[in-house]
C-alpha cells in the first residue's frame, strides 16, 4: 500500500527558520509522528512532498526509506504538492492514502478502517470509491476546508475553503481533516484538470476532489472516530495542543495495559517509551526515550528517565535523573540522585541523596545512601559506601577506573584515588584518602591525628560563662 505525505509548505505562521515538520512533539518531529501512524495503519511504501528546507527534512529521515520528491513552489497547494509526486503513482493502479503533513492525530487505526471501507464498498456494493476524505465535526471550525455533502448521505458534493466560502457554507461545522484514500487513476486525472484558486492563486488538493465529485465519481466521507483527529498544526499553540492530546493517547493506551498515572496532564511521556503492568508513575515525571519501565515499578514525583531501563519492583524516587543505565530489581534511586552513563544499579542497592553514579556497575545489595561520587568504578556485592565518598577517577588528563570488592565498607568521606582495586571486606576508616590497593581483608585508615587541647577553645570564641 501506498502513501504520500504532503510536507513542503512553508508554514509561515509557525514564524520559525526550522522546518514546520521538524518542530517535535514529545520528543520527536512532527512528521515522525505521520509516518508512523501511515505505517501502522498499513503503509508500506512512503513519499514525502518537500520543498521549503527540503535538505534539512530528508536529513532528519534518511533512514527511514522514504522517497522524497521536491515541489518546486511551496506556495502551488496542496494539489501542486501532489503533482510534484505523480511519479510515485502515476502508473500505479490502486488506493493512495494522502496526508497532511501538518496532521499528526490521524491514527493508524482510522487509516486502516480508511483503507478497508473502500474495499469494502469495492466488494460490497461494487463501486470503485475514488476519493474518500477524513471529517470531523469541530465546535469550532475556522480555517478548516467545510465539507458540503448530499443531504442525509455520505457522499461529498463538495468542500469549500475556508477563504473561499460563503456565510452560509462558513458556517457548517464539518470539516475536513487532511487525509484522504483516493483511487490513484482517477486522482492524476483530476490533477490535470483543476484551476487555481482565484483567491490565493494556489492549486487546491481539495478541488481535485471537487473535481471527482461533480464528474459523479464516487466520494465519500469517513467520519473520524474522534474529532481531535481533525487537529491541523498550524501555529505554535496547535503544536502544544498537538502534544498535550498525543501525550494523553499514550497515557490512555498505557493505562489500558494496567499502567497508573497519577495527575497524568502534567507527566512527560514520549512515544517509544514502555511499561509493564502494574508501573505506577508520579505527577511531574519525564520519562524520555526508549525507557523502560517493569512490573511494579514505581517513578516518583519530578524523576526524569532517559533511555532508562527500571527493572521490577524498583523505584526512581523523586527528582531523580536516570540516563542511559539500568536500575535492577528492587533497587531505589533516590530521592534527589543522578545514575547515567551505562551505569547499573544492582538489584536491592540503594542509592540515595545526592549521589552521582557515572559508568559504573553498583552490584547488588550495596548502599551509597547519601552524597557520594561513585565514577567509573564496579563495586561488588553489598558494599557500603558513607556519606560523602568520592571516587576521584580523573587525574586532570585520563579516566581511571576503580574496582571494590564484595562487602567492602567505604567510610564516610573517604577518597579513593583512582586506579584503585579493594578487595573483599575490605575497610576503609571515614576521612581517608586511599591511594594503593587493598588486600582482602585490609584495614586502612589515612588521617592525621587528632589532638585535643583542652580550654583552647576561649582564645577563639566570646565565651559567656553564666550561659553554662
Ligand atoms: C488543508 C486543506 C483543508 C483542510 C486542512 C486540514 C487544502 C487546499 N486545504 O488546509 O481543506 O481542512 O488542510 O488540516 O488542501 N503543503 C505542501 N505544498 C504546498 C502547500 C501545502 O506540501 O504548496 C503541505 C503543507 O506543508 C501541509 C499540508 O500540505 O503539511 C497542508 O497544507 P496547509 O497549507 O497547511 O493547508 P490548510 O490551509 O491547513
Ligand atoms: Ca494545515
Redesign the pocket.
Given at each position: 500500500m501506498r502513501g504520500l505525505v504532503?510536507?513542503?509548505?512553508l508554514?509561515s505562521r509557525f514564524k520559525s527558520e526550522k522546518p514546520?515538520?521538524l518542530h517535535e512533539i514529545l520528543g520527536k518531529p512532527m512528521l515522525w509522528y505521520v509516518i508512523n501512524n501511515l505505517r501502522n495503519g498499513g503503509v508500506t511504501e512512503i513519499g514525502v512532498?518537500v520543498?521549503h528546507k527540503a535538505e534539512e527534512v530528508k536529513k532528519a529521515f534518511e533512514h527511514e526509506g522514504l522517497r522524497f520528491f521536491y515541489?518546486k513552489?511551496?506556495?502551488?497547494?496542496?494539489?501542486?504538492?501532489v503533482l510534484a509526486a505523480k511519479d510515485f503513482f502515476a502508473s500505479y493502479e490502486g488506493y493512495l492514502v494522502v496526508l497532511?503533513?501538518?496532521?499528526p492525530l490521524v491514527s493508524g487505526e482510522t487509516i486502516k478502517n480508511m483503507l478497508n471501507y473502500v474495499t469494502m464498498v469495492e466488494r460490497y456494493e461494487g463501486k470503485r470509491v475514488s476519493a474518500l476524505v477524513l471529517s470531523a465535526y469541530l465546535p469550532d471550525p475556522t480555517?478548516?476546508?467545510r465539507i458540503i455533502r448530499e443531504e442525509g448521505s455520505d457522499r461529498v458534493l463538495k468542500?469549500v475553503?475556508e477563504k473561499d466560502a460563503t456565510p452560509e457554507e462558513r458556517a457548517v461545522s464539518e470539516?475536513?481533516?487532511?487525509a484522504y484514500v483516493f483511487w490513484a487513476p482517477h486522482l492524476l486525472e483530476a490533477l490535470f484538470q483543476i484551476k487555481p484558486s482565484p483567491v490565493t492563486g494556489?492549486l487546491?488538493?481539495?478541488?481535485a476532489v471537487n473535481y471527482m465529485a461533480e464528474k459523479g465519481y464516487e466520494v465519500r466521507l469517513f467520519r473520524a472516530k474522534e474529532p481531535s483527529e481533525?487537529l491541523?498544526v498550524?501555529t505554535r499553540w496547535e503544536l502544544a495542543v498537538a502534544e498535550s492530546l498525543i501525550k494523553l493517547k499514550l497515557v490512555r493506551f498505557w493505562a489500558e495495559r494496567g499502567v497508573t498515572f497519577h495527575l497524568p496532564e502534567t507527566v512527560w511521556l514520549e512515544p517509544e517509551v514502555s511499561f509493564e503492568p502494574d508501573a505506577e508513575v508520579f505527577p511531574g515525571a519525564v520519562l524520555k526515550g526508549k525507557t523502560k519501565v517493569k512490573k511494579g515499578a514505581r517513578i516518583g514525583e519530578g524523576a526524569l528517565l532517559v533511555d532508562a531501563t527500571v527493572e521490577e519492583g524498583a523505584r526512581v524516587e523523586p527528582y531523580s535523573v536516570v540516563e542511559r543505565s539500568v536500575v535492577k530489581k528492587g533497587a531505589v534511586v533516590g530521592p534527589f540522585a543522578r545514575v547515567r552513563d551505562g551505569s547499573t544499579v544492582g538489584e536491592g542497592a540503594h542509592v540515595g541523596n545526592f549521589v552521582e553514579v557515572k559508568k559504573s556497575s553498583v552490584g547488588p545489595g550495596v548502599r551509597a545512601k547519601h552524597l557520594a561520587y561513585i565514577g567509573d568504578a564496579t563495586l561488588g556485592k553489598g558494599v557500603n559506601v558513607g556519606a560523602g565518598v568520592v571516587f576521584a577517577n580523573y587525574d586532570g588528563r585520563q579516566k581511571h577506573p576503580t574496582t571494590v570488592g564484595d562487602y567492602a565498607f567505604i567510610g564516610s568521606n573517604a577518597l579513593l584515588v583512582a586506579p584503585l582495586k579493594l578487595g573483599r571486606y575490605a575497610f576503609v576508616a571515614g576521612g581517608s584518602v586511599v591511594t594503593k590497593d587493598l588486600p582482602d581483608y585490609a584495614f586502612a585508615i589515612a588521617r592525621p591525628p587528632l589532638e585535643v587541647k583542652e580550654g583552647l577553645a576561649r582564645k577563639f570564641l566570646d565565651i559567656k560563662e553564666d550561659e553554662s
Amino acid at each position: 500500500m501506498r502513501g504520500l505525505v504532503l510536507a513542503a509548505g512553508l508554514g509561515s505562521r509557525f514564524k520559525s527558520e526550522k522546518p514546520k515538520v521538524l518542530h517535535e512533539i514529545l520528543g520527536k518531529p512532527m512528521l515522525w509522528y505521520v509516518i508512523n501512524n501511515l505505517r501502522n495503519g498499513g503503509v508500506t511504501e512512503i513519499g514525502v512532498v518537500v520543498s521549503h528546507k527540503a535538505e534539512e527534512v530528508k536529513k532528519a529521515f534518511e533512514h527511514e526509506g522514504l522517497r522524497f520528491f521536491y515541489q518546486k513552489n511551496p506556495k502551488g497547494g496542496t494539489a501542486d504538492a501532489v503533482l510534484a509526486a505523480k511519479d510515485f503513482f502515476a502508473s500505479y493502479e490502486g488506493y493512495l492514502v494522502v496526508l497532511n503533513g501538518d496532521s499528526p492525530l490521524v491514527s493508524g487505526e482510522t487509516i486502516k478502517n480508511m483503507l478497508n471501507y473502500v474495499t469494502m464498498v469495492e466488494r460490497y456494493e461494487g463501486k470503485r470509491v475514488s476519493a474518500l476524505v477524513l471529517s470531523a465535526y469541530l465546535p469550532d471550525p475556522t480555517g478548516y476546508g467545510r465539507i458540503i455533502r448530499e443531504e442525509g448521505s455520505d457522499r461529498v458534493l463538495k468542500i469549500v475553503e475556508e477563504k473561499d466560502a460563503t456565510p452560509e457554507e462558513r458556517a457548517v461545522s464539518e470539516v475536513n481533516a487532511g487525509a484522504y484514500v483516493f483511487w490513484a487513476p482517477h486522482l492524476l486525472e483530476a490533477l490535470f484538470q483543476i484551476k487555481p484558486s482565484p483567491v490565493t492563486g494556489e492549486l487546491y488538493l481539495t478541488d481535485a476532489v471537487n473535481y471527482m465529485a461533480e464528474k459523479g465519481y464516487e466520494v465519500r466521507l469517513f467520519r473520524a472516530k474522534e474529532p481531535s483527529e481533525a487537529l491541523g498544526v498550524n501555529t505554535r499553540w496547535e503544536l502544544a495542543v498537538a502534544e498535550s492530546l498525543i501525550k494523553l493517547k499514550l497515557v490512555r493506551f498505557w493505562a489500558e495495559r494496567g499502567v497508573t498515572f497519577h495527575l497524568p496532564e502534567t507527566v512527560w511521556l514520549e512515544p517509544e517509551v514502555s511499561f509493564e503492568p502494574d508501573a505506577e508513575v508520579f505527577p511531574g515525571a519525564v520519562l524520555k526515550g526508549k525507557t523502560k519501565v517493569k512490573k511494579g515499578a514505581r517513578i516518583g514525583e519530578g524523576a526524569l528517565l532517559v533511555d532508562a531501563t527500571v527493572e521490577e519492583g524498583a523505584r526512581v524516587e523523586p527528582y531523580s535523573v536516570v540516563e542511559r543505565s539500568v536500575v535492577k530489581k528492587g533497587a531505589v534511586v533516590g530521592p534527589f540522585a543522578r545514575v547515567r552513563d551505562g551505569s547499573t544499579v544492582g538489584e536491592g542497592a540503594h542509592v540515595g541523596n545526592f549521589v552521582e553514579v557515572k559508568k559504573s556497575s553498583v552490584g547488588p545489595g550495596v548502599r551509597a545512601k547519601h552524597l557520594a561520587y561513585i565514577g567509573d568504578a564496579t563495586l561488588g556485592k553489598g558494599v557500603n559506601v558513607g556519606a560523602g565518598v568520592v571516587f576521584a577517577n580523573y587525574d586532570g588528563r585520563q579516566k581511571h577506573p576503580t574496582t571494590v570488592g564484595d562487602y567492602a565498607f567505604i567510610g564516610s568521606n573517604a577518597l579513593l584515588v583512582a586506579p584503585l582495586k579493594l578487595g573483599r571486606y575490605a575497610f576503609v576508616a571515614g576521612g581517608s584518602v586511599v591511594t594503593k590497593d587493598l588486600p582482602d581483608y585490609a584495614f586502612a585508615i589515612a588521617r592525621p591525628p587528632l589532638e585535643v587541647k583542652e580550654g583552647l577553645a576561649r582564645k577563639f570564641l566570646d565565651i559567656k560563662e553564666d550561659e553554662s
